[in-house]
């Protein structure tokens, strides 16, 4: 082996090497350089397509949110025209409604105006029909019957009207109720038990102890042939009469009682004239004959239809307020 070093280079070798060193150091600095200004150009045409590429993304982002914002505005002026539309209806139902409230508010109380005059055309029919049975019938009965039925349609009728009526009905029915029966009804009843009474009448007297010592002396002395009885102790002497007699008193007292019933007062009066009288034929002079004479007598002044200043102020009132009205 040689151990024997490689000679040194010349001078003239290194002057060339070194440019050479340095020509390569710096091409591959630029080449570094250019690599790197590659690289760079690269990333930020990578970065530039991206960018792009988001601006587009949110170039159209924006665009749809425009969209949607026109389409949003678009709907608030429709919900606004919407709006103003159905608050023009409202109001108009607003005031179709007041206009209908009022509407019913009238009928109602055009209504109840009707109901009230139906209320009072039916009381002043019932109190009028009660008058007229009272007058021409003397039906006290059914006058009350029609009165309470008065009361009732009078009931529903304000205060102002119907208090004053109400009060001068309760009046009127009070003063009905104190009739009792009725005149003719209590007429006839009176004229019937006089007619019972007559037929309880004895037919003949016996002559008191002081008659029979009064007789004069040609009637003692024609006793034993003829009896003389007066017509006041025994009335009429033969059956014939007699009967006679009871159909003339059951004919006057049929017509009394007709003229009681039609309330004919003079018609009344003349019928209770002849039963008197036939009565007086038909019985002897005697206490019972004469307290019936004086039954007949007070059955002459007995009213015939009733009498009350009370009756009828109810059905005054009516009119008059139904005049004013």
Do not use: C
């Amino acid at each position: 082996m040689n151990d024997t070093p490689p000679p040194a280079p010349s001078r003239r070798t290194l002057r060339w090497l070194l440019p050479l060193a340095g020509l390569v150091v710096l091409g591959a600095g630029g080449y570094a350089g250019w690599h790197y200004w590659q690289q760079q150009q690269s990333d930020r045409a990578a970065q530039a397509q991206t960018t792009a590429v988001q601006l587009a993304g949110l170039q159209a982002t924006v665009d749809a949110l425009r969209r949607d914002q026109r389409a949003t505005s678009q709907r608030l002026q429709d919900a606004a025209a919407t709006n103003r539309v159905l608050r023009d209806e409202m109001l108009g139902l607003s005031q179709r409604s007041a206009l209908l409230e009022e509407n019913l508010g009238r009928l109602a109380e055009s209504a109840n105006q009707g109901r009230q005059a139906v209320q009072r055309d039916e009381a002043e029919l019932l109190l009028t029909q009660a008058a007229q049975r009272l007058a021409f019938a003397d039906d006290v009965e059914g006058a009350r019957r029609l009165y309470a039925q008065a009361a009732t349609a009078l009931a529903d009728l304000p205060d102002n009207e119907g208090l004053n009526l109400r009060q001068a009905l309760v009046q009127e029915r009070d003063a009905l109720d104190a009739l009792g029966r009725g005149p003719r009804v209590q007429a006839l009843h009176r004229l019937d038990a006089v007619a019972q009474a007559l037929q309880g009448l004895p037919s003949e007297l016996p002559p008191s102890p002081a008659e029979a010592a009064a007789k004069p002396w040609w009637q003692s002395a024609l006793a034993p042939f003829v009896d003389i009885t007066p017509s006041r102790l025994n009335g009429p002497l033969t059956q014939a009469e007699r009967a006679a007699a009871d159909d003339a008193l059951q004919l006057e007292l049929t017509l009394a009682r007709a003229a009681i019933e039609r309330g004919d007062r003079s018609g009344r009066d003349a019928a209770l004239n002849r039963v008197a009288h036939w009565a007086q034929r038909r019985w002897p002079d005697s206490p019972g004959l004469r307290a019936q004479h004086a039954e007949l007598q007070a059955l002459r002044k007995a009213p015939l239809q009733a009498e009350s200043s009370v009756l009828g102020s109810t059905l005054q009132q009516l009119r008059s307020q139904t005049d004013r009205r």
